[in-house]
């Protein structure tokens, strides 16, 4: 049974930092491609940050590139989202995604993850 649980949320004022930890089980995780996406109130989930399977490939949304990175550690089975310069519009609830299929690239396309963690809430103050 694949598990993944998130970590690293909570409560920042615009400008500071955030690492989210996102922890798999139950799968060979090196294989795997990961995904960040966010989901704010009253919004659709949309897609943050991806890595591909060896952390040789990565993808983000425009409005976080230069200060979000996504990184990945297969000896800790861990995908990390590192949140810098955060704002505002950066406030959403935080969830972490293993791809559907091995050996894939970074992707943006949430249909092509299979499982999901629970979330974790991020509030960026202002």
């Known amino acids: 049974q694949v598990q993944l649980v998130e970590s690293g949320g909570g409560l920042v004022q615009a400008g500071g930092s955030l690492r989210l930890s996102c922890a798999a089980s139950?799968?060979?995780?090196?294989?795997?491609?990961m995904g960040w996406f966010r989901q704010a109130p009253g919004k659709e989930r949309e897609f943050v940050a991806s890595?591909?399977?060896?952390?040789?490939?990565?993808e983000y949304v425009a409005s976080v590139k230069g200060r979000f990175t996504i990184s990945r550690d297969n000896a800790k089975n861990t995908v990390y989202l590192q949140m810098n310069s955060l704002k505002p519009e950066d406030t959403a609830v935080y969830y972490c995604?293993?791809?559907?299929?091995?050996?894939?690239?970074?992707?943006?396309?949430?249909?092509?993850?299979?499982?999901w963690g629970q979330g974790t809430q991020v509030t960026v103050s202002s």
């Open positions: 995604a293993t791809a559907r299929f091995a050996l894939g690239n970074a992707n943006r396309d949430p249909r092509q993850y299979a499982y």
């Open positions: 890595i591909s399977w060896n952390g040789g490939n990565t």
């Open positions: 139950g799968r060979t995780f090196s294989n795997y491609a």
